[in-house]
Nanobody, 120 residues
Framework: VQLQASGGGLVQAGGSLRLSCEASGRDFRPYAMGWYRQAPGKERAFVATISYTGGTINYAASVKGRFTISRDNAKNTVYLQMNNLKPEDTAVYYC??????????????WGQGTQVTVSS
């Protein structure tokens, strides 16, 4: 199983980025997909999760209203549209896949991470 994340980069505060994560190596029905992030010196923190059908979507309070998670099951890909980025969003973003309805810190599979840096 492989999760390949992409789309990170350097952006000014108020800008936008779109992260993608493609999963491969097995049948991911009906797995949940989502994102965690880890800022320097901090623990990995939940960002967003989406169930296989899209019927269950949850966001961390800090990103609600600014970030949108979506997925394309035909491509085994999850996306994270990040708008109105803030310096505190700076972190390495990790995608995850879980056989449950939501991802957790103990999810089955993890990507390698993509760096997002927001300058003030």
């Amino acid at each position: 199983v492989q999760l390949q994340a992409s789309g990170g980069g350097l952006v000014q505060a108020g800008g936008s980025l779109r992260l993608s994560c493609e999963a491969s190596g097995r049948d991911f029905r009906p797995y949940a997909m989502g994102w965690y992030r880890q800022a320097p010196g901090k623990e990995r923190a939940f960002v967003a999760t989406i169930s296989y059908t899209g019927g269950t979507i949850n966001y961390a309070a800090s990103v609600k209203g600014r970030f949108t998670i979506s997925r394309d099951n035909a491509k085994n890909t999850v996306y994270l549209q990040m708008n109105n980025l803030k310096p505190e969003d700076t972190a390495v973003y990790y995608c995850a896949v879980d056989r449950g309805v939501t991802i957790t810190s103990s999810s089955d599979y993890w990507g390698q991470g993509t760096q997002v840096t927001v300058s003030s």
